[in-house]
């Protein structure tokens, strides 16, 4: 990557079209694609819907169209060197790291999602990649979520808009976003092979929602189908989803395309709309499309339909490249650093923060020089520089001032020494203000797999409890991807959390420690006290082939504020170096389109800026709801002084719940309240009004507790809970841990481990354990179905069919044979 590029990205490149009709470009139009897929016989047409690799599309030959490429990217591309294929352990190109998911949606403010979906979109152009894989929209379910650092936030409505404002920005540039993972991909344990029970209003009013909202306001290119199945349809075959809910009730035109060996059926897919298998299997599926249409069980019309959508992305793509697109990557650097203290939270704080820049100070821990500043797994970039914070505290300290750092960990494992911590007390007692930086090493939370807990590490609590024991001024600065259990807060004069802030975090930190910014950010998760007061942790992950969401609506805050079990720091919390007040709340409009209106004043001695939330409750309800409901939000900024009329806009959906009977988005006659505050815990104002209805709805009562029954659960989802399928007779989606339950199973089992291993040392640098984890556990959970997928079509998928029915008692030939291909 050059120097020369406009950081803000107002304006596409010159002289191409983010549509994809650019006239400066030897790709044919996209009214081209019909004459293009008339001229494809029926193989051509199937071979067209795999992959061609890992990150390719297969090419159109005929039509003078090359490869396509994708990459991962939901806060940095990673785009792997030469053809883009991973191999030998090697890093993918060096690309700016913006903050993750997590932290950007702590800025609630979707002009700044805009603003790094426009520069993620640059640096994809300046490296031929056609798609950027993200963002990811799945709410967050339970804090445990391995991929939770990936995902915006618990409330529908937010994750939703801030997805919508990524892909706009991607996609400004003329290359594609891909929301995914649709839907209710909510953990990493047998992801692949997961039963996602949920009831139809839950689903809709939570998860469908966020994703509603990303694809009609955002607009992707494409969509990617999750790993799950979902009330026993696999996701990737699941044509109500994929058909009726995402192309004829959300308008989506695009592609959708598998998580990455996620295909489970690829007649089913075909049928259902899912147009594109990733990565290619070599055309190990191939054969069963083209003899299902030959057998006239699959209209060759769904095949036509999916290639047709290939294609139209194949020219969409070729129409907006730009050979000669370059990246500023200083002005990139600049905005990631922006980014990461607009999304970093103020916690607590009694007056410790900002710091002064002419006092003494001790850093302690390893995070300061060796910083956790992104996730594991698929988003891991190769970040183009990397900020710690103790070379920033270092430049910003003044002459005279004195800085010590003690380590205090082992920066990879969290575990600490006696003589460690002393070393840090020592250095505190000195100072005599300290900062105190902990978190979750990489190797805690990662795509792949879930945590057992949201402890930090015991040596981290050790370390602070310590310098807080020692009596030192201390702020604790957190590095995680998700919340965690934080036993110290009442103790911590202040607490900063920092979240994965991505290659410039380390400076973001300091800026927002000596008060050169404000900590920009409020919570788009709440933090629990203890993860067991949570009502989905009760099924979390569930079994290992089956999970019931018992909680229904009640996640996250709407469990808080409803089961009234006080989180340790609500949704939408966070402090500021400054004060604001809240006028009266005033209500105007008819029937369901109201706008609010209040005036927000700073009327503290500082720039700063505000979240102004609104949440609407309904006073008295025949249909059981959370205690409130997030329906509008907005970002201000004022000087000292300062005040600024805020006004957010309701609509029928504000008010609307989903009926269940009627299969349709209702409004219920009555008396609604309207809030306003800075968190869903810290009201500021309300207001009531009368919302008239004709809309028939069904009575729901309030469940018995937050955790349904069995009869409860049942009646939601309007039928008999069903039962895992059993692990035997094996399948094509039994896991790769299944085979262990038979002794020749463990056979193959031991044969299937041993190829992995040798897999992962070719394809994982010896230092990424956490990615080492990821890989692991996806071999060993993952359905049978995906080898051929993670090995480019080897074995070959006949193969593990004989294989199959040999583990069932049938001839063993296949058996041997797939051994020996394993061994080889």
């Not at 090697?90 to 997590?102: E, G, K, L």
């Not at 990303?214 to 290119?221: F, H, K, L, T």
């Not at 957010?648 to 219920?668: C, K, N, P, Q, T």
Request: aromatic share 6%.
């Amino acid at each position: 990557m050059t120097v020369s590029d406009d950081q803000h990205g107002d304006d596409p490149t010159p002289g191409h079209d983010p549509t994809g009709t650019s006239d400066d470009s030897d790709a044919p139009p996209l009214d081209d694609v019909a004459r293009i897929l008339a001229d494809l016989d029926l193989p051509a047409k199937v071979a067209l819907l795999s992959g061609a690799d890992t990150w390719h599309l297969e090419p159109v030959p005929s039509a003078g169209l090359g490869r396509t490429m994708v990459a991962d990217g939901p806060h940095g591309l990673r785009r792997f060197p030469g053809d883009g294929e991973q191999q030998g352990g090697r890093r993918a190109v060096p690309a700016t790291c913006f903050p993750t998911a997590v932290t950007l949606a702590s800025s609630w403010d979707e002009a700044l999602l805009d603003e790094v979906g426009r520069a993620l979109g640059r640096e994809a152009l300046a490296e031929d990649v056609s798609v950027v894989l993200g963002p990811g929209v799945n709410l967050k379910r339970h804090p445990a979520g391995g991929r939770n650092f990936e995902y915006l936030s618990e409330d529908p409505l937010l994750a939703g808009r801030l997805a919508a404002a990524m892909v706009r920005g991607i996609q400004s540039q003329g290359v594609g976003a891909c929301v995914k993972h649709l839907a209710a991909n909510h953990q990493e344990t047998f992801r692949m092979v997961i039963d996602t029970i949920v009831d139809a209003r839950t689903l809709q009013e939570l998860e469908l929602t966020a994703f509603a909202l990303a694809i009609r306001d955002g607009r992707p290119w494409t969509v990617m189908s999750s790993y799950n199945q979902l009330n026993g349809v696999p996701a990737s075959d699941n044509r109500w989803l994929l058909t009726e809910v995402l192309r004829d009730e959300w308008g989506f035109d695009g592609l959708v395309m598998s998580d990455f060996g996620g295909m489970h059926d690829r007649v089913a897919a075909t049928a259902a709309d899912n147009d594109l298998e990733m990565p290619g299997s070599n055309g190990a599926f191939d054969a069963e499309v083209i003899a299902a249409v030959r057998g006239g069980d699959l209209d060759e019309q769904d095949v036509d339909r999916c290639a047709r959508r290939v294609i139209e992305l194949i020219v969409r793509a070729a129409a907006n490249r730009v050979p000669t697109a370059t990246v500023d990557q200083d002005a990139h650097h600049a905005l990631a650093r922006r980014a990461a203290a607009a999304g970093t939270v103020l916690l607590t704080n009694d007056g410790t923060l900002p710091l002064a820049a002419d006092t003494d100070l001790a850093v302690i821990g390893a995070f300061a020089t060796t910083p956790r500043f992104q996730g594991a797994g698929s988003s891991q970039v190769n970040p183009t520089r990397l900020d710690d914070l103790i070379s920033a505290v270092r430049d910003r300290i003044r002459s005279g001032a004195q800085l010590t750092y003690a380590p205090a960990y082992d920066p990879a494992t969290g575990a600490t020494t006696d003589a460690l911590i002393e070393q840090a007390v020592t250095a505190a007692q000195a100072a005599g203000r300290a900062v105190v930086v902990a978190g979750l090493p990489g190797p805690y939370e990662s795509e792949g797999f879930d945590r057992t807990h949201l402890d930090l590490p015991a040596g981290h609590v050790r370390v602070i409890d310590a310098v807080l024991d020692a009596g030192v001024p201390t702020v604790v600065v957190l590095q995680n991807g998700a919340p965690v259990e934080l036993p110290f807060a009442d103790r911590a004069p202040a607490i900063v959390e920092g979240y994965l802030g991505g290659q410039a975090g380390g400076a973001a930190l300091a800026d927002v420690l000596f008060g050169d910014v404000e900590p920009g950010g409020r919570l788009a998760e709440s933090f629990p006290v203890a993860m067991q007061d949570l009502a989905a942790d009760a099924n979390f992950p569930g079994h290992p082939k089956q999970v019931e969401h018992r909680e229904g609506l009640l996640v996250g805050y709407r469990f808080h504020d409803t089961a009234e079990v006080p989180a340790r720091f609500a949704f939408g919390h966070g402090l500021g170096y400054t004060t604001f007040d809240y006028g009266q709340l005033e209500v105007a409009g008819d029937g369901t389109d109201r706008t609010a209106t209040v005036t927000v004043t700073n009327v503290g001695g500082r720039p700063g800026t505000e979240v102004v939330q609104l949440y609407v409750r309904a006073s008295d309800s025949v249909v059981w709801r959370p205690g409130k409901e997030l329906k509008g939000f907005a970002k201000v900024r004022l000087e000292p002084g300062a005040s600024q009329q805020v006004r957010l806009d309701l609509d029928r959906r504000s008010f609307a719940i989903y009926d269940v009977a009627a299969g349709d988005w209702l409004v219920e006659a009555g008396t609604y309240e309207v809030l306003v505050g800075a968190s869903s815990v810290d009201i500021r104002a309300t207001a009531s009004i009368d919302v008239a209805s004709e809309d028939p709805v069904t009575p729901v009562p309030a469940p018995a507790s937050a955790v349904a029954t069995d009869e409860e659960f049942a009646r939601l989802l309007g039928t008999a809970i069903p039962t895992p399928r059993p692990t035997q007779p094996f399948h094509r989606n039994s896991s790769v841990a299944d085979l262990t339950l038979t002794p020749m199973g463990r056979t193959v089992h031991q044969a299937i481990t041993a190829a992995a291993r040798y897999h992962i040392q070719r394809t994982v640098p010896e230092d990424d354990e956490a990615t080492r984890r990821m890989f692991e556990a996806n071999f060993a959970e993952a359905p049978l179905r995906a080898l051929p997928l993670m090995g480019g079509g080897k074995p070959p998928m006949a193969v593990i069919d004989r294989t199959i029915d040999a583990l069932n008692g049938r001839p063993k030939a296949a058996l041997v044979d797939l051994l020996d291909r394993l061994r080889s």
